[in-house]
């Protein structure tokens, strides 16, 4: 069963620029979650999708960041403009459904914001 | 918003040894209570999770041991192995069902000493 795939895998930006990371969840997982890591922390939820439908996103800054699930499978988060604070790692993860179902996770887009 | 404390903040343990890492958390939390496992480059992968009907679950080396009226649970790994050197996140469901979501602590790095 193939995993979680995100690409790219590594980014370099300038702050002010915009960025998108794309994400394929494991076929037939309903649920997709977008979490930022920060060096030295553990991942933190920005958006949870239910099929193409959001289920939270109360800590995703949105003035800077979005995010869409078109037909309930593939998912991209951008984010315009970029800003220092954001170099973090990306990781996407799905599950079965929401609610208790294992979070299988994607190896994460580096992202490096100078 | 859930708080999640993990203890040590990072551990050294000698080959054959016992590593113990424990989570603490302060609101109410559902469903279930998992150990992640990361290693450098990778995203999280699940290691273990414990459902709050039962205080203790056995998988091989590692044990999770749960005690749900200190809002605590912790992880053993028994007979260490430099394989298992990596970064360990616990994680707390809040809110249940559908728009249950996990919030993450910031991790403890273990170190197997060959």
């Known amino acids: 069963e193939a995993g979680v795939a995100q690409s790219p895998r590594y980014k370099i930006i300038e702050k002010r620029q915009s960025v998108a990371f794309w994400c394929n969840p494991i076929s037939g997982h309903a649920t997709l979650y977008w979490y930022q890591q920060i060096l030295g922390q553990g991942p933190k939820l920005l958006i949870q999708?239910?099929?193409?439908?959001?289920?939270?996103d109360s800590q995703l800054p949105k003035d800077r960041f979005s995010a869409e699930r078109l037909k309930g499978v593939d998912s991209t988060l951008k984010i315009q403009p970029a800003k220092l604070e954001d170099s973090a790692v990306y990781l996407c993860a799905s599950s079965l459904t929401a609610g208790g179902d294992t979070q299988y996770f994607g190896p994460g887009t580096r992202l490096t914001v100078l | 918003q859930q708080q999640v404390k993990q203890s040590p903040q990072s551990l050294i343990v000698q080959k054959g040894g016992i590593s113990i890492i424990n989570c603490a958390y302060e609101n109410t939390a559902f469903d279930y209570f998992p150990w992640y496992q990361q290693f450098p480059g990778k995203g999280p992968a699940l290691l273990i999770a414990i459902r709050p009907d039962v205080s203790e679950k056995k998988e091989g080396r590692f044990t999770i041991s749960f005690n749900k009226s200190a809002k605590q649970f912790s992880l053993h790994i028994m007979d260490s192995q430099p394989g298992d050197s990596a970064t360990y996140f616990c994680?707390?469901?809040?809110?249940?069902?559908?728009?249950?979501?996990?919030?993450f602590g910031k991790g403890i790095t273990l170190s197997v000493r060959p």
């Open positions: 994680a707390v469901p809040t809110r249940a069902g559908a728009n249950s979501k996990l919030t």
């Open positions: 999708f239910q099929n193409n439908g959001v289920v939270d």
